[in-house]
């Protein structure tokens, strides 16, 4: 049985190679430098969004805002694809993160309807907010499968030094 594209008994986020290629990798501090910011623009964005939809004023702020965070986001998928790549071999969907990078389209599909939708006039200045808010309210959701497959890599690494040191005194003690 597999699970995520690998061997059930396996379930390891990682294998050694990719481990390896992970921490050699400069993707890995691109990430690690672009999530937070793509954060704190996001916070930005959303207060000035829901100031907009609370008085009222604020408009091209918040449009510009929501522009920026689409770029930002633009830019941290493309990285970030060519971190999987880097690190799995594949550009999208590799299996240990196959449903965050799903759950990726739904947040850059409505980014770019909301972008569509500006470019054209498609929607009135509350539902261009109502979308960006959906599209937030998506990036959430993914961030924090992001936030867990962190975790879970920590605790894994953590599982495996110990694993190793019990290892290691186990051999030291049998030459003993």
Known sequence: MQQGG?????RSLYTEEER?????????????I??????VVFLVSLGLVLRFLATGEGYA???WSIVIK?????????????WEKAVFGRYLFAPAFYWEDVF?????ALHTAYLVALATGGLN?????????AAYAAYVVNAAQFLLKLRMARLEHARAQAGAAERSLGTARLGA
């Open 34 to 39: 672009l999530a937070p910011v793509q954060f």
């Open 104 to 108: 990726s389209m739904l947040v850059l």
């Open 70 to 82: 689409t770029l930002v986001l633009y830019t941290i998928m493309i990285t970030g694809c060519l």
């Open 125 to 133: 200045a509350t539902q261009l907010m109502l979308l960006a808010l």
């Open 61 to 63: 702020a918040a449009t």
């Open 20 to 32: 390896r290629r992970r921490d050699e990798s400069g993707w890995t501090l691109v990430q690690g």
């Open 6 to 10: 690998r061997p059930a008994a396996s």
